[in-house]
T-cell receptor
Framework: KNQVEQSPQSLIILEGKNCTLQ??????????LRWYKQDTGRGPVSLTI?????NTKSNGRYTATLDADTKQSSLHITASQLSDSASYIC????????????FGTGTRLTVIP | EPEVTQTPSHQVTQMGQEVILRCVPI?????FYWYRQILGQKVEFLVSFYNNEISEKSEIFDDQFSVERPDGSNFTLKIRSTKLEDSAMYFCASILDRGSTDTQYFGPGTRLTVL
């Protein structure tokens, strides 16, 4: 069964600290993995996209890693800011099919001053 | 930066009423999607649309739901007779092509509240 699991479910960190969010998946055949940021009441916004051959991708203070062998990904946020408070969703794509996106339940990050 | 737009941002309706949620995808995109997200739950796929027809739909997308691209720019989701459990955020998304690294752009969502 194609599934995407994320941990932790929620996380609270102090402003300026780093954090790492985890994503494990069983989706196959794998095409790519995306991390999205979703602010409360808004649509998801793409942060990174990684294909099978990529094992790291950065977007500013966000760095995503991918281990396609163990089917794990992480999103590392450095020097967190209050505006980083949001849900971070891991989405894995199948190679085929119109409905080829599998969404994780997200990690709710709260950055406090 | 191109963006997907959705209207209205919030829709309140009585159970049993029909609602139409509207989306304007990014102009040169070819694939369009509707998703919903019940409060506190994950985003769920409803339907995908390509070349003026439904490509795929989920179990959620029953006979009460329909989609249309009436004029080449708008993409609508109609719920014929709303139920309480239809209360959710509805997101429209579009993608240029289903290549391996194409980004799926989401709209800001419509919050549907069924009373």
């Amino acid at each position: 069964k194609n599934q995407v699991e994320q941990s932790p479910q929620s996380l609270i960190i102090l402003e300026g600290k780093n954090c790492t969010l985890q994503c494990n998946y069983t989706v196959s055949p794998f095409s790519n993995l995306r991390w999205y940021k979703q602010d409360t009441g808004r649509g998801p916004v793409s942060l990174t996209i990684m294909t099978f051959s990529e094992n790291t991708k950065s977007n500013g203070r966000y760095t995503a890693t991918l281990d396609a062998d163990t089917k794990q990904s992480s999103l590392h946020i450095t020097a967190s800011q209050l505006s980083d408070s949001a849900s971070y969703i891991c989405v894995v794509s199948l190679q085929t099919g119109a409905n080829n996106l599998f969404f994780g339940t997200g990690t709710r990050l709260t950055v406090i001053p | 930066e191109p963006e997907v737009t959705q209207t209205p941002s919030h829709q309140v309706t009585q159970m049993g009423q029909e609602v139409i949620l509207r989306c304007v995808p990014i102009s040169n995109h070819l694939y369009f999607y509707w998703y919903r997200q019940i409060l506190g739950q994950k985003v769920e796929f409803l339907v995908s649309f390509y070349n003026n027809e439904i490509s795929e739909k989920s179990e959620i997308f029953d006979d009460q739901f329909s989609v249309e691209r009436p004029d080449g720019s708008n993409f609508t989701l109609k719920i014929r007779s709303t139920k309480l459990e239809d209360s959710a955020m509805y997101f429209c998304a579009s993608i240029l092509d289903r290549g391996s690294t194409d980004t799926q752009y989401f709209g800001p969502g419509t919050r549907l509240t069924v009373l």
